[in-house]
């Protein structure tokens, strides 16, 4: 009797201490088997050199699912000369020898537990007309094997942090009308649709929604 409530005790003080946001358990014939996941560390990060592999497997990823990962220029630095494509990256978000027409964006990557990237979020400083009419401040994309997964929308929020943080007040974004994840990621982080009409630039239905920060 007396091992049994320690036993009890032991439990309980197990479910206290151990959140059930972070670990979920399951009684198991009399024992605790763990049938969740330590809790995940979501962070974004901008790329730097060490971060080559990690990015070399989601190129893998888009690869196998038949997806264009990165504009051809980028796709090339990244198997030739990575230093250049994380110096390419650092040059947009400082506003170093843009070309005509394009505005200073940060290029944030959504990283799990130091070990994964998920997505890339861009994040442009500003709006031009031709952003007001399609892009937006903000698009973004998750690889596609961890789609679905609910990381699309947590990736969008850490960018309206860092939005935020550029001093921005709130965020233009475009979205097909029938990308049904985005809209729905969209109106999650407090979205609301301005508009909708088809866009110069590919010709399909897009909607608009301004994010208050
Ligand atoms: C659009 C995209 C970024 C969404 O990211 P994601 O991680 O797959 O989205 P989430 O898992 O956060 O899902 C967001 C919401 O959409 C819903 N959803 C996800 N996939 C869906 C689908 N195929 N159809 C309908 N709804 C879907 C989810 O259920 C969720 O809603 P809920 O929280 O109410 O359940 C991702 O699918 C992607 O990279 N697509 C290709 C690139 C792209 O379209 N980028 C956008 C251009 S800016």
């Known amino acids: 009797m ?6 009890l005790s032991c439990l309980v003080i ?29 962070t974004l990060i901008r790329l730097a050199i060490e971060h080559r592999p990690l990015l070399l497997s989601m ?10 990962f990165l504009s051809q220029p980028l ?18 978000e400082a506003d170093r020898n843009l070309p005509d027409g394009k505005v200073p964006q940060s290029t944030l990557w959504l990283m799990r537990n130091s070990a ?31 789609r679905g997964q609910g990381y699309g929308t947590k990736m969008l929020a850490l960018a309206l942090d860092e939005a935020r943080r550029l001093g921005l007040s709130k965020i233009l974004m475009t979205c097909d009308v029938d990308n049904l994840a985005l809209a729905r990621g969209i109106e999650k982080n407090g979205g609301v649709l301005v508009s909708q009409g088809v866009s110069d630039v590919s010709g399909q239905l897009i909607a608009r929604y301004w994010i208050a920060l």
């Not at 007396?2 to 036993?7: E, P």
């Not at 014939?29 to 995940?40: H, I, Q």
């Not at 031709?130 to 998750?142: F, T």
């Open 75 to 92: 796709l090339e630095q990244l198997q030739t000369d990575f230093a250049a494509l994380v110096q390419q990256l650092q040059s947009e």
């Open 59 to 68: 190129l893998e990823d888009y690869q196998t699912a038949g997806e264009q």
């Open 14 to 42: 197990t479910r206290l201490c151990i959140s059930p946001e972070l670990i979920e358990w399951k009684e198991s014939r009399g024992s605790l088997a763990k049938v969740g996941t330590m809790a995940e560390n979501l």
């Open 116 to 146: 994964e990237l998920l997505g890339r979020v861009n994040l442009r400083h500003r709006l031009t007309p031709a952003l007001e009419h399609h892009g937006g401040h903000i698009g973004y994309c998750i690889r596609p094997s961890r």
């Open 2 to 7: 007396v091992i049994r409530t320690g036993f």
